[in-house]
């Protein structure tokens, strides 16, 4: 249901990360290795970047396959940055919303992607939809489950949480509503990248103090690629990664709903 990576440390083309590895994000728009759901990432593409002295990111999102796409191939060639997330997209419904269903999802300095589906999309999610601001509902650019699900964990950010929580929370919300669901989640701000892990492969190499990269899969073999345990909370930096269990959504449930 789709892959995705993001990336702090040294500024460098974006193709360096997304194009030249030999199983880049590129590749596995067609050809991904560890995706258990799905097989081609046809149905859009998007890349977020941070460029020096701005802490608002640019996009460049499309609805069609990445590898058909030759102004990125430029773009990807040229453009340098030391903070980046990008996604393929292997969508529920193809052409859906075409590229505003496409990640990342922006606000303000964070970039936001989701790697997987809601079981029983949209009726599973009403018991949530009161969680969330009216006039948050009608900005959604997208009627998709993945602009729904950026949409609890940006209402949880603006109220004030760390990244950790606001993930965390929202899959223990997510999973106890709609059982079943996948929510492989990340964020960045350019500077920390949150990440969980429910249903779908997650990966991490990191080389302390210098860059670290959290992808859905490996884009290459270097032995520095960890796999991060299902139903887990990864928090990363350029010094490093930790990581934590997601609550039991069934423990999560016997809490009053979000404001």
């Known amino acids: 249901?789709?892959?995705h990576l993001a990336f702090v440390g040294p500024e460098e083309p974006l193709g360096r990360v997304l194009v030249e590895p030999p199983h880049s994000l590129l590749r596995q728009s067609w050809a991904p290795r560890r995706q258990r759901y799905g097989t081609v990432n046809a149905d859009g593409f998007g890349v977020g970047w941070y460029a020096p002295d701005d802490p608002v990111p640019a996009r460049y999102r499309r609805a069609g396959p990445i590898w058909a796409d030759l102004s990125?191939?430029?773009l990807a060639r040229v453009v340098r940055s030391g903070a980046v997330l990008a996604a393929v997209r292997d969508a529920t419904l193809a052409g859906a919303d075409a590229e505003a269903a496409a990640a990342p999802f922006a606000d303000g300095r964070w970039l936001f992607s989701h790697n997987g589906a809601l079981t029983g999309w949209p009726h599973s999610a009403a018991p949530l939809v009161p969680a969330l601001p009216p006039a948050d509902l009608l900005s959604l650019r997208a009627s998709t489950d993945s602009a729904f699900v950026w949409a609890l964990v940006l209402h949880r950010l603006r109220r004030g949480d760390e990244p950790d929580r606001a993930l965390g929370d929202t899959v223990a919300r997510l999973a106890a509503a709609c059982p079943g669901s996948r929510l492989n989640l990340l964020l960045t701000d350019g500077t920390t990248i949150t990440a969980t892990t429910w249903g779908d492969t997650l990966w991490y190499r990191t080389e302390?103090?210098?860059?670290?990269?959290?992808?859905s899969e490996p884009y290459d073999d270097d032995p520095l690629w960890q796999e991060v345990p299902?139903?887990?909370?990864?928090?990363?930096?350029?010094?490093?990664?930790?990581?934590?269990?997601?609550e039991d959504p069934e423990a999560a449930s016997r809490k009053e709903p979000c404001s």
């Open 1 to 3: 249901m789709c892959r």
């Open 72 to 74: 990125f191939a430029d």
């Open 208 to 215: 302390p103090g210098l860059r670290t990269v959290v992808a």
């Open 230 to 246: 299902d139903r887990t909370l990864l928090t990363a930096t350029r010094a490093g990664v930790l990581l934590a269990p997601v």
